[in-house]
């Protein structure tokens, strides 16, 4: 059965903190990672990386993927308070790339 | 529209009677998949498919699930005799196509509520 576990469940920093965000998989027929940002609402896509030891990045945060130890992690930067929210990791598998999704990690940043 | 659109957005049933979610997905896109969010989990797949083609259903918890998709375009989830285990957030997501890319788009959810 197709595994995703993510650390720690939840977190709270303060305002300028840098977090990290860890991801280990383990399933069969991977096809890509993908990290999503949830507030109240839907998932918003951030990331999806597909190829070990390449960063990907967007302003404050950036991700990366090592298939061989089956893992990644997610970085922000000099946290805000609008970076609250529940960040989802999710790994694609399979022919149909559905989605197998963590818990998620609750970020709350703090003023 | 410019997002996947879900309606109703919150929907209270008693314990018994029959639901329908809808999911308007992203115009063209190909892929569309059913995810399942109970509180404090993250999305559970519940099915898929490829246009009109319903290709994996391995998600769907019992018989009481049932998803079309007749036009390869909007979708409609159905649960016969709703359980209070049936309470969740109902998400559907879209993919522009099969092979190009995995990213999925999410709508906002139904809210459903089993009492």
């Known amino acids: 059965e197709d595994k995703v576990v993510q650390s720690p469940l939840s977190l709270v920093v303060h305002e300028g903190d840098t977090v990290t965000l860890n991801c280990s998989y383990e399933?069969?027929?991977?096809?890509?990672l993908l990290w999503y940002k949830q507030e109240k609402k839907a998932p918003t896509f951030l990331f999806m990386l597909?190829?070990?030891?390449i960063e990907k990045k967007s302003g404050r945060l950036s991700s990366i993927l090592d298939k061989k130890e089956l893992f990644s992690i997610l970085n922000i930067t000099a946290t805000q308070t609008g970076d609250s929210a529940v960040y989802l990791c999710?790994?694609?598998?399979?022919?149909?790339?559905?989605?197998?999704f963590g818990t998620g990690t609750r970020l709350q940043v703090t003023l | 529209g410019a997002g996947v659109s879900q309606s109703p957005r919150y929907k209270v049933a008693k314990r018994g009677q029959d639901v329908a979610l809808r999911c308007d997905p992203i115009?063209?896109?190909?892929?569309l998949f059913w995810y399942q969010q109970a509180l404090g989990q993250g999305p559970e797949f519940l099915t898929y498919?490829?246009?009109?083609?319903?290709?994996?259903k391995s998600g769907l918890p019992s018989d009481r699930f049932f998803a079309e998709r007749p036009e390869g375009s909007v979708s409609t989830l159905k649960i016969q005799r709703t359980q209070q285990e049936d309470s969740a957030v109902y998400l559907c997501?879209?993919?522009?196509?099969?092979?190009?890319?995995?990213?999925?788009?999410f709508g906002p959810g139904t809210r459903l509520t089993v009492t």
């Open positions: 597909t190829s070990s030891g």
């Open positions: 498919f490829q246009n009109e083609a319903q290709l994996d």
């Open positions: 997501a879209s993919s522009l196509a099969v092979w190009s890319g995995d990213e999925q788009y």
């Open positions: 999710a790994v694609s598998t399979g022919t149909a790339s559905k989605l197998t």
């Open positions: 399933v069969t027929n991977f096809r890509s």
């Open positions: 115009s063209g896109h190909v892929s």
